[in-house]
């Protein structure tokens, strides 16, 4: 499984970027991020069929969604806080159907990609 992200980038607190993660099939799939100094943590997850599910942190501002016919992942991330800053990773599970939270779940990862919000 190869797993390509991209869309990071510079941008000021209240701005709006979309990542995307390209893969080489359809499974499930998240985005993870890592900032300076701290432990990577979950973003967002998307079941095979469309099932998403965000964390606290960034839900009812970020969307995650996907397209399978290009088998495609995108993370729309709006109302950008400098507490968003971080290495953005996106990962696949190559068994199952079902969204995932954890990391371990996740066989395959990205190179990351990053954001960097402004204040």
């Known amino acids: 499984v190869q797993l390509q992200a991209s869309g990071g980038g510079l941008v000021q607190a209240g701005g709006s970027l979309r990542l995307s993660c390209a893969a080489s099939?359809?499974?499930?799939m998240g985005w993870f991020r890592q900032a300076p100094g701290k432990e990577r943590e979950f973003v967002a997850t998307?079941?095979?069929?469309?099932?998403?599910y965000h964390s606290d942190s960034v839900k009812g501002r970020f969307t995650i969604s996907r397209d399978n016919a290009k088998n495609t992942m995108y993370l729309q991330m709006n109302s950008l806080k400098p507490e968003d800053t971080a290495v953005y990773y996106c990962?696949?599970?190559?068994?199952?159907?079902?969204?995932?939270?954890?990391?371990?779940?996740?066989?395959?990862w990205g190179q990351g990609t990053q954001v960097t919000v402004s204040s």
């Open positions: 990962a696949a599970k190559s068994t199952g159907s079902l969204i995932a939270r954890v990391q371990h779940e996740y066989d395959y």
């Open positions: 099939g359809r499974y499930v």
């Open positions: 998307i079941s095979r069929s469309g099932t998403t």
